[in-house]
Nanobody, 125 residues
């Protein structure tokens, strides 16, 4: 069973930074592609970033490219999303996920094998 437990998130001012974390249990995270999604109020869940297994490929949505960075730590079995220069439009519930593959942002939602529980990120003054 692919279990993911998230931490991080919270309230931050525009221009600030946050790091989201997700710890995997019961399986080696390095063996899988990973990704982050978000869902804003009234909107569909969208892919934000993905990273292939063994770190060969990354992809980012246009809205976060250059501001967000996805990474993993195999020794700790954890994955991260570093979010910089946050904007009010980044306000959403963020979800980590284990993926079948990291191909494109558009196809990420069809590749999800397991979800984290979600964590709220609010960017506001």
């Amino acid at each position: 069973q692919l279990q993911l437990v998230q931490s991080g998130g919270g309230l931050v001012q525009p221009g600030g930074s946050l790091r989201l974390s997700c710890v995997a249990s019961g399986f080696p995270l390095d063996d899988y592609a990973i990704g982050w999604f978000r869902q804003a109020p009234g909107k569909e869940r969208e892919g934000v970033s993905c990273l292939s297994s063994r770190g060969g490929r990354t992809d980012y949505s246009d809205s976060v490219k250059g501001r967000f960075t996805i990474s993993r730590d195999g020794a700790k079995n954890m994955m991260y999303l570093q979010m910089n220069i946050l904007e009010p439009e980044d306000t959403a519930i963020y979800y980590c996920a284990v993926l079948q593959a990291c191909n494109t942002i558009a196809s990420m939602r069809f590749a999800v094998r397991s979800w984290g529980q979600g964590t709220q990120v609010t960017v506001s003054t």
